[in-house]
């Protein structure tokens, strides 16, 4: 895990925002594609995940605010959950799915990455954000706000030597980990 002086990074060099990094960004996003950044932030899940939701809204429960991933979501090769529950979610999360669902089909990851890369630097964040931030972001945020392990892995559709070896070993300063529980809280994920 490098900490470089522009912020943290993960061990395979993807990076991960603070909170006040994850608000400079979304400013930076046009309003048609930033309910996709949030939702898939919030959410945690892979990308390609975020697109077939997308096309199957029936996955997301409203009654009980929570997204039920079945397998043919995941299709990755060493999943080994037959389906991945992602709850914890904000009570305004069914405002943001509908936003999510009437808004712009979320673009292929060539073209994502594309225009993550465009505003990660308007907002002048290095390294770049990458499709990957999103979900390594709010894993490691809720592993540093002690959220139990097994909650997450679970929730990530991750093992835990997966997350050690990626995200566990993040340090986010004192001030960080207040702004960092605070939007925990705020979206429904810190109690």
């Not at 930076?28 to 077939?52: A, D, H, S």
């Not at 997204?67 to 914890?88: C, G, M, S, W």
Request: aromatic share 10%.
């Amino acid at each position: 895990m490098a900490d470089l002086a522009n912020g943290l990074v993960t061990g395979d060099g993807t990076k991960v925002l603070n909170v006040e990094e994850y608000d400079k960004f979304t400013l930076c996003i046009p309003k048609r594609y930033k309910t996709i950044f949030e939702l898939n932030t919030i959410c945690g899940m892979r990308y390609i995940e975020v697109q077939r939701l997308y096309d199957n809204p029936k996955w997301y429960s409203e009654s009980r605010n929570q997204i039920i991933l079945p397998p043919e979501a995941q299709r990755k090769v060493k999943q080994k959950l037959v389906k991945r529950t992602i709850d914890k979610l904000p009570s305004t999360f069914s405002y943001i799915f509908k936003d999510f669902i009437n808004g712009n089909r979320p673009p292929d990851r060539t073209s994502w990455n594309r225009d993550l890369a465009r505003w990660s630097m308007k907002a002048g964040i290095e390294p770049k954000v990458t499709p990957k931030t999103s979900r390594k972001t709010i894993e490691s945020w809720m592993l540093k706000s002690g959220i139990p392990e097994i909650e997450i892995y679970s929730r990530q559709g991750h093992d835990p030597v997966t997350s050690l070896r990626h995200y566990q070993s993040l340090s986010f300063t004192d001030y960080e980990m207040r702004d960092i529980n605070k939007r925990l809280t705020e979206w429904g994920i810190l109690k």
